[in-house]
């Protein structure tokens, strides 16, 4: 049973890695935090859901920008003050949060630059903060730092959220940012107890060259490029849930509490699969290992839609008792999502020399930023032709056939061996 649990070695071995996981939970989830009150904070101004998703627009556009930008800024300069500067951005931004609200301000304009600015703090941040794992920890325990990554971050999707509804019911917005304001606070404090952490090997200036420098090295690196390829065919071709309200108002009933527990529900299986993760650290075949597990998502995706489409299609009243088959397809997708995210970003850290780390941490960020919002217009323009629960068959099937292709157009990511990680 102790060889199935989390392994929890990294923590144990290494109190700078320690320090650092515990501050990314903290400040994961009080980014989850700010990122509901700030859409109900806008809707509440404004009554308009077309104004809330404007908050997604202000936020992506710096993440994407500053992701790459980001990268080279971590492989330029010392990592560990990178960290530190962008954290203390990220606390001022939310401070300021906290005083318009507290000064009732009303501004939604206001709301959508912070918004802006904290996503570019964040961007930079987060290529730092990955490419500093792989100094503090031996190759060989990256699989489980990976794993208690994945874990923190489900546990910032749940907790960040569920937090943010009670602190808002319950004491007002001004309270809920200066929760996070708190949470980031105690994060930086342990980031500032790490050593000083200059990226190895010729450091260049950072900039555009910089960033062309990082996209040229993933181009002639087919195992590393696959990494993100496998990532974009489960991201856009099969994420769901942007088909979660039209299934919950005219398919399974039920309303909000069944687009709830749908979106739950992968956040579920992640945190299940990371508890769960320690076998993962003896895996060596890590490309079969993401082809298998993207593929898994595939299926349980279309799994999930098939099971959809037995529902009798009413949506009135209740949620239908098929709700619970569905949210358990959505259960294995997260797991299976969570263990390719493991051994993805396993392969990016191991087999990407230190002066590159951060910039292609960043391309990392923005196709997970990116390729959600793709997924979004995909899946939802092939629910308009056809039907919601035929167009998760479809997507799932399609990231299944994708995977398929790249495994056979890069048969050499199959056979990567985390003892010889060759990019």
């Known amino acids: 049973m102790p060889r199935l649990l989390l392994d929890l070695t990294p923590l144990r071995e290494s109190p700078a890695f320690r320090r650092l996981w515990v501050g990314n939970s903290l400040s994961g989830a009080g980014a989850q935090l700010t990122a509901v009150a700030v859409g109900l904070q806008v809707y509440d101004e404004t009554g308009s859901t077309f104004s809330v998703g404007l908050v997604g627009a202000f936020a992506l556009v710096p993440l994407v920008t500053m992701g790459l930008y980001g990268g080279a800024i971590a492989d330029t300069h010392d990592r560990r003050r990178v960290v530190l500067v962008t954290g203390l951005g990220m606390l001022a931004v939310a401070a300021a949060f906290a005083l318009q609200a507290a000064l009732s301000v009303g501004s939604v304009w206001l709301l959508y630059a912070l918004v802006a600015v904290q996503q570019g703090c964040y961007a930079v941040s987060s290529a730092a903060r990955a490419s500093i794992v792989p100094r503090l920890l031996p190759a060989t325990s990256l699989p489980a730092a990976n794993a ?29 940012y200066a929760v996070e304001v708190a949470l980031l606070a105690v994060a930086l404090v342990g980031v500032a107890a790490l050593p000083p952490l200059r990226p190895e090997g010729d450091v260049v200036r950072a900039g555009l060259s910089s960033v062309l420098d990082g996209l040229r ?44 527990v749908l979106t739950a529900a992968i956040a579920v299986g992640t945190m299940a699969a990371g508890l769960l993760s320690g076998p993962l650290g003896g895996v060596r075949r890590q490309g079969l290992a993401v082809l298998a597990s993207v593929a898994g998502w595939g ?61 292609l941490q960043g391309v990392f960020l923005v196709v997970v930023a990116g390729g959600p919002r793709l997924g979004d217009m995909v899946l939802g323009s092939l629910a308009s032709w056809t039907t919601d629960s035929a167009a998760a068959v479809i997507g799932g099937a399609a990231c299944v056939t994708a995977v398929v292709l790249l495994a056979a157009a890069q048969p050499g990511f199959a056979r990567y061996d985390a003892r010889h990680p060759v990019p």
């Not at 489409?309 to 949210?327: D, N, Q």
């Open 148 to 176: 208690l990554s994945s874990l923190s971050m489900g546990f910032a999707l749940t907790v960040g959220p569920l937090l943010a509804g009670v602190l808002v019911g319950a004491a007002g917005y001004a309270t809920t």
């Open 217 to 260: 090295f993933l181009r002639g690196r087919p195992n590393l490029r696959m990494t993100f390829l496998v990532d974009l065919s489960a991201m856009v071709l099969a994420l769901p849930r942007v088909l979660f309200p039209a299934i919950a108002a005219a398919v399974l009933g039920g309303g909000p509490g069944t687009v709830g």
């Open 299 to 359: 299926c349980a995706v279309a799994a999930f839609g098939l099971v959809v489409m037995a529902a009798p299609g009413s949506g009135e009243g209740s949620a239908h008792w098929l709700l619970w088959p569905a949210a358990a397809c959505l259960a294995v997708a997260g797991a299976c999502d969570a263990v390719s995210a493991v051994f993805r970003s396993t392969i990016l850290q191991a087999a990407t020399p230190d002066v590159l780390r951060g910039r």
